[in-house]
C-alpha cells in the first residue's frame, strides 16, 4: 500500500528490521532478502550503530532485491562521514538509489567516548553537511525518540525511525511531526505463546539496550519507572515487545498505525542470534498474517 506523506513514498506499511541479514551468512542473507521482496516486505532495515562496512551491506542487499527499500536502522553518525555517504549515494544507480533511506542516530555514550558531550549539536550539524553536498531531507530519517531530536527530525529530514518504544511513543512523535512527516517504528515481535519464554527471549534481546541512558530517559517518558527499568520488569517487556499468537503481534501493528505510523518495521525475536533461518520461518507467517 503507498504512502502519501511527504518523503516517505518509497516505503510501504510493513518492513523487516533484521540484524541476521546484515552479520549472518552471506549467501543465505541475499537469498533471504530476495524472499522478503518476494513476499511483499516494502522494506528491509538493517542496523549500524557499531560502523563497519554498512554501505557494503546496503549494496549486498539492494543487490538481491529489485523492489525493496534497504535502510538503516541506524547508520552511527560518529562512524561516518558526510562525505563517505554523500558519495556512496550519488554513485548508485538512480533506480538504488530510490530503494535507499539512511536512517541515522547518535548511538551512545559508551560506544563513542568523551566526544558524545552534545549529541543533538553533532546531529544537527551532520545534517547541515549532508544538506552542503547535496543529499536530500527525502533520503534520511532519524532515530528521534526525545522532544527535541523530534523537533530536528521534523525541521531537517523526511521523519522518524524509534527503536525499543510503544504505540503511544507512536503517538507523540506523530503530533510533534505533524501530518506530513514519516513516522516508522520498530517493533520487536516473539512468536511465542508461553509468557515464560516469550518474557525470557524478549528480556535476552533488552539486556544490551537496558543501560543505555538515552533509552532509559524514553522509557520513563513513557511513564515506567527507574524499577521497572533495572528489573525489565513484566510491564515494560509486554509494553515493547508484542508476544504469543499472531493475532496478539497484529493488534500491535495496528495500534501503531492507529496512533498515526506509516510503516511499522517488526524485529522477530527468535533468540537465535545471527542465525537467519529461524527468522525466515517468523517472517513467513508475518507475512501470511500481516501483508
Known amino acids: 500500500m503507498a504512502l502519501v506523506r511527504s518523503g516517505s ?10 540484524l541476521e ?3 549472518g551468512d552471506r549467501s543465505e ?3 533471504a532478502a530476495a524472499e522478503l521482496d518476494e513476499l511483499g516486505f516494502a522494506a528491509i532495515w538493517i542496523p549500524g550503530g557499531h560502523g563497519g562496512d554498512v554501505t557494503g551491506d546496503l549494496d549486498r542487499l539492494l543487490g538481491a532485491t529489485s523492489r525493496t527499500t534497504i535502510a538503516t536502522g541506524i547508520l552511527n553518525i560518529w562512524k561516518h562521514e558526510p562525505a563517505e555517504i554523500v558519495s556512496w549515494w550519488q554513485e548508485l544507480p538512480e533506480a538504488k538509489r530510490a530503494r535507499v533511506l539512511l536512517g541515522l542516530g547518535v548511538s551512545h555514550a559508551h560506544v563513542i567516548g ?3 558531550a552534545k549529541p543533538l549539536g553533532m546531529m544537527r550539524d551532520y545534517l547541515l553537511r549532508l544538506d552542503a553536498l547535496g543529499l536530500p531531507d527525502e533520503a534520511r530519517c532519524l532515530a528521534a525518540l526525545g522532544p527535541k531530536m523530534l523537533e530536528l527530525a521534523r525541521e531537517k529530514s523526511c521523519g522518524v525511525h524509534p527503536y525499543l518504544i510503544t504505540p503511544e511513543h507512536t503517538a ?14 520498530e517493533q520487536g515481535v516473539i512468536l ?5 519464554r516469550a518474557r525470557e527471549l524478549a528480556r535476552a534481546a533488552l539486556a544490551s539496550y537496558q543501560t543505555y541512558p538515552n533509552y532509559q530517559n524514553s522509557w520513563r517518558r513513557l511513564g515506567f519507572s527507574d524499577e521497572d527499568i533495572v528489573s525489565a520488569s ?4 509486554d509494553a515493547l515487545f508484542a508476544w504469543g499468537p499472531i493475532e496478539r503481534i497484529a493488534e500491535r501493528v495496528n495500534e501503531h498505525f492507529a496512533a498515526g505510523a506509516d510503516h511499522v518495521c517488526v524485529q522477530a525475536i527468535t533468540g537465535a542470534g545471527v542465525k537467519i533461518e529461524p527468522a525466515r520461518v517468523a517472517w513467513r507467517e508475518l507475512a501470511q498474517a500481516l501483508l
Open 21 to 23: 541479514l546484515r552479520f
Open 172 to 185: 507523540l512523535a506523530r503530533q510533534a511531526l505533524g501530518p506530513d512527516k514519516l513516522v516508522a517504528p
Open 29 to 31: 542473507a541475499a537469498d
Open 9 to 18: 513514498r518509497r516505503l510501504g506499511r510493513l518492513g523487516i528490521w533484521t
Open 234 to 237: 513484566d510491564r515494560l517487556i
Open 192 to 196: 511465542e505463546t508461553d509468557p515464560g
Open 114 to 116: 568523551e566526544a558524545y
